[in-house]
């Protein structure tokens, strides 16, 4: 799906909730008030009204362009692949292509500024698989489920110390379920 597209159909959406929302308005019209103070507040609370839909509307239509969806199923390749299972309490990194990675155990380095696409699976149950910087702010995230792989591409911005944490209880051990990736 192209840009142009997504536009096309974000317009063409927001224009049948523009349309469903005149038609409740004017179907669910009370009867015309009878007094002056009355009249005035049936008008400003429309007035109130269409302000909002047309701010959450502008708001839709600013930020959609912006969601990463589009920018996930893009077809260029990545520069790395990392397989990523989750197992009771610990993250574990197979399968790698690409180079300058390192694999030790519960750690692997990686260059900065490359695209990593990390195939994320689970062994036994689901774990959340969150990616934060060295101030604990999350990055992107995606769950590891038994039996199905997500895709996660990621291109981590600059040289440091990157944390993966486990975003879904997965038993007594789960505050533990953590590990490192270096980025050079």
Same mark, same amino acid.
């Given at each position: 799906?192209?840009?142009?597209?997504?536009?096309?159909?974000?317009?063409? /959406?927001?224009?049948?909730?523009?349309?469903?929302?005149?038609?409740?308005?004017?179907?669910?019209?009370? +009867?015309?008030?009878?007094? /002056?103070?009355?009249?005035?507040?049936?008008?400003?609370?429309?007035?109130?009204?269409?302000?909002?839909?047309?701010?959450?509307?502008?708001?839709?239509?600013?930020?959609?362009?912006?969601?990463?969806?589009?920018?996930?199923?893009?077809?260029?390749?990545?520069?790395?692949?990392?397989?990523?299972? /989750?197992?009771?309490?610990?993250?574990?990194?197979?399968?790698?292509?690409?180079?300058?990675?390192?694999?030790?155990?519960?750690?692997?380095?990686?260059?900065?500024?490359?695209?990593?696409?990390?195939?994320?699976?689970?062994?036994?149950?689901?774990?959340?698989?969150?990616?934060?910087?060295?101030?604990?702010?999350?990055?992107?995230?995606?769950?590891?489920?038994?039996?199905?792989?997500?895709?996660?591409?990621?291109?981590?911005?600059?040289?440091?110390?990157?944390?993966?944490?486990?975003? +879904?209880?997965?038993?007594?051990?789960?505050?533990?379920?953590?590990?490192?990736?270096?980025?050079?």
């Amino acid at each position: 799906m192209t840009a142009l597209n997504a536009g096309i159909f974000t317009l063409v /959406g927001a224009l049948l909730v523009a349309l469903i929302a005149l038609a409740i308005a004017l179907s669910s019209r009370p +009867e015309q008030p009878k007094d /002056g103070v009355t009249a005035r507040v049936y008008r400003v609370r429309r007035a109130y009204f269409v302000v909002l839909g047309v701010v959450l509307l502008a708001c839709l239509g600013l930020t959609l362009p912006r969601a990463p969806y589009l920018a996930a199923r893009s077809a260029v390749p990545p520069d790395i692949r990392v397989a990523v299972t /989750g197992w009771m309490w610990t993250w574990r990194f197979d399968a790698i292509s690409g180079d300058r990675v390192l694999v030790e155990p519960q750690n692997l380095t990686i260059p900065a500024g490359k695209l990593i696409e990390f195939s994320v699976r689970s062994g036994d149950v689901n774990h959340g698989f969150g990616i934060y910087d060295d101030q604990d702010h999350l990055l992107t995230q995606v769950q590891a489920m038994p039996g199905y792989t997500n895709q996660l591409r990621y291109r981590f911005p600059a040289p440091g110390v990157y944390h993966i944490l486990c975003m +879904e209880y997965c038993g007594y051990a789960h505050h533990l379920m953590m590990t490192t990736i270096h980025a050079e």
